[in-house]
């Protein structure tokens, strides 16, 4: 038995020395390695930056282009006035533009998933809902296997008729009547009687 760990032992160990010979060592020490990483980050960092600029600047020439700053000194009240009024419609005009194009987006998008789902579909990989799991009796399986329109008239049929009874109609009389009839020794005579 110690052979048979001995020979276990031995293959193992030539197994692991063809890994570690198969893997090439690196040319450079750990400490140049780590070195090179870190010039590397440095000048990623310094690329951020430039390019964070960069779009800075971009956007205040766009911001100026597009809606250059006020000369409000000098002006009197009516041309600020209407000064206001054309910012107000442009205000609307950019508005409307914005809301167009929201809603070219939500329509492009939900086209884009309807092609997605077209897409799964024609290549078969439809996501499987996840099921719960049900117990059914033989005759709940059966009654599933049959077609529905059999299963509703045989409901139909299976029905007991039932016959309304009317109810019957106390007759509306005085209750002074009632109560002189029900007073003394013959009215609870009478009620005596109704329990028996």
């Not at 709940?140 to 016959?163: I, W």
């Not at 309304?164 to 009389?173: A, D, M």
């Amino acid at each position: 038995m110690t052979a048979d760990w001995n020979e276990n032992d031995s293959t193992l160990f030539s197994q692991r020395k063809s890994r570690s010979r198969s893997k090439p060592k690196s040319n450079y020490s750990a400490t140049r390695r780590l070195m090179l990483k870190t010039k590397l980050l440095r000048k990623a960092e310094s690329l951020l930056e430039k390019e964070k600029e960069q779009k800075r600047i971009e956007r205040d020439n766009a911001l100026n282009e597009r809606a250059p700053p006020l000369k409000l000194s000098g002006l009197s009240v009516q041309e600020l006035q209407e000064l206001c009024k054309d910012l107000h419609h442009k205000i609307d005009i950019v508005d409307e533009a914005q809301y167009d194009l929201s809603i070219k987006v939500a329509r492009n998008d939900m086209e884009i998933q309807s092609l997605h789902q077209k897409i799964f579909e024609l290549k078969g990989k439809m996501k499987r809902p996840k099921l719960k799991r049900v117990k059914k009796s033989a005759d709940d399986v059966l009654g599933a296997m049959t077609d529905n329109k059999l299963m509703k008239t045989d409901f139909k049929a299976n029905l007991k008729t039932v016959k309304k009874e009317e109810e019957k109609k106390e007759e509306v009389t005085d209750w002074r009547k009632n109560v002189e009839a029900m007073s003394g020794m013959e009215g609870r005579k009478k009620i005596f009687d109704a329990g028996q």
